[in-house]
Every structure is written in structure tokens, then in C-alpha cells.
């Protein structure tokens, strides 16, 4: 049985580690220098001077591809397991990957039927 007590020493580690960064913090805040000129308040882009507007439309299709990579990529994962214990799941864990597949495909089918994955229209 743990007992409140076993706790701690967990607690003073970190109250210790808050209080740490939260010293840290507001010495540099309170010893540290304070000069605001144009050129530190001024956004930096890597050297290149700051030329238009940075927020522009961005077409619906890079976030939509980018979700389907996601989706479509993290499958994958779950295929890790099954390779590892086929021998030991059988047609049992064969039938289960096999639906696993199964709604992928009808997702993927779905996505290509609708144009997702088209960028020219």
C-alpha cells in the first residue's frame, strides 16, 4: 500500500524544480538589461529583410493532404503488433487485421472518390 508520505519526496522535487525556474526567471528579469530599440522589438526573418504580408490564403488542399498523410501514415503503426504475434493470433488475428485494412481501404476509396488527393482542378 502506498501511503500519502511515499509522495514526498516526489512533491519537494518539484516545488524545488518550480521554484528553480521561477527564481531564475525573475532574477534575469530584474538584473538583467532593458533596452527596447526599433531593432529588438522588430520581427527577425532569418537576415532577410521583411518584405509583404506574412499571413497569405493557403489552399485547403496542403492541410487536407497533410491530414491524410497523418491518418494514413499512423496505420501503419498499429500493423507492428500483428507482425510481431501473427504466429500467435492465427486467423482470429488475421480476420481482426484483415478489418483493420478492410475501413482503411473504404476510407482511402472514399478520399480518392471525392478529389482529395487531386491538386489540379
Known sequence: MNQPNDYLPILIQIAVAVGFVALTLSLSHLLGPSRKTVN???????????HGNARFPVSVKYFLSAILFVLFDV???FFYPYAVNFKE?????FAAVATFIGFFLVGFIYVWKRGA???EH
Open 40 to 50: 529588438k522589438v522588430e520581427n527577425f526573418e532569418c537576415g532577410i529583410p521583411i
Open 75 to 77: 496505420e501503419v503503426i
Open 89 to 93: 493470433m492465427g486467423w482470429h488475428g
Open 117 to 119: 488527393l487531386e491538386w
